[in-house]
C-alpha cells in the first residue's frame, strides 16, 4: 500500500569567495549551493512525462498494486501501484524523516488519520531557515572553500574541463540561458500534462 508521496528535501546555502564582491556572480563559488532531490527512485514529473509521453518507466522505480515492479505509469499513478523509495531502507528512512518533519510538524494531514493526503489535499511543508552568523563567521566563505575544493577533486577526470560539478550548477546554467533567451522549451505532451493537472489535479486512483 502507497503511503509515501515523492516526500523531496532541498537546501540552499550562501556561498561568496573572499576574493569577491558580492555582486560577482562570475564564479560558481559565488553562486549559492542548492540541492532539491525526491526522496523517491524517480520524482512525481518523470512518472508524469512517461504518461504523457506513454513511455516506460525506467527499471525498479515503482510498484504495481500487487507489489511487483512495474514500468507502467499509469498502472503506479492510478491504478493502484506506487513510486518506489530511492537507496532501499536509506531511502525509505529518509522520506519517513521528511514525513515526521514536513507532514506532522506543519499541520498537514497526517498519514492514518485521513483517507489519504491526496484526498485530503493536504500535504504539508515545513520550511526551516538558520542564521550562521550566530554560530560561526564568515559561514559564507567557508562554503565556498568546501565547494571549489570538492569541484577541483576529480583531478582532470570528469566533468566540464575536468572538474567536478557540484549540484545544481547545472541547473543555474541552464536556467541563466533561458531567461537569455527569453523562452523555456516544453514538450507539446509535458504542457498539455501540466495544463490537464492544473485544471483536474493529480490522476485519481
Not at 564582491?21 to 512518472?47: E, H, K, R, Y
Not at 520550511?127 to 565556498?144: G, N
Amino acid at each position: 500500500k502507497a503511503v509515501f508521496g515523492t516526500n523531496p528535501l532541498a537546501v540552499g546555502i550562501p556561498a561568496r569567495r573572499s576574493d569577491t564582491n558580492d555582486d560577482d556572480d562570475s564564479t560558481t563559488a559565488n553562486q549559492p549551493f542548492t540541492f532539491d532531490m525526491a526522496t523517491s527512485a524517480i520524482a512525481l514529473f518523470g512518472v508524469l512525462s512517461a504518461k504523457a509521453k506513454n513511455e516506460p518507466l525506467p527499471p525498479n522505480v515503482a510498484y504495481a498494486k500487487d507489489g511487483s515492479m512495474t514500468t507502467d505509469a499509469t498502472e503506479a499513478l492510478e491504478g493502484g501501484g506506487a513510486i518506489a523509495t530511492f537507496g532501499g531502507h536509506k531511502g525509505a528512512g529518509l522520506a519517513l524523516c521528511v514525513e515526521l518533519l514536513a507532514g506532522a510538524l506543519s499541520g498537514g494531514a497526517v498519514l492514518g488519520q485521513v483517507e489519504s493526503k491526496k484526498v485530503a489535499k493536504s500535504w504539508g511543508h515545513t520550511f526551516i531557515a538558520i542564521r550562521p552568523e550566530d554560530l560561526v563567521d564568515d559561514y559564507d566563505e567557508k562554503v565556498a572553500s568546501i565547494l571549489e575544493t570538492v569541484k577541483a577533486s576529480g583531478g582532470g577526470g570528469g566533468g566540464e574541463n575536468g572538474l567536478v560539478r557540484i549540484p545544481g550548477e547545472n541547473s543555474a546554467k541552464i536556467a541563466a540561458e533561458r531567461r537569455a533567451v527569453g523562452y523555456m522549451p516544453i514538450p507539446i505532451q509535458i504542457w498539455e500534462s501540466i495544463v490537464e493537472t492544473s485544471q483536474h489535479g493529480l490522476p485519481g486512483k
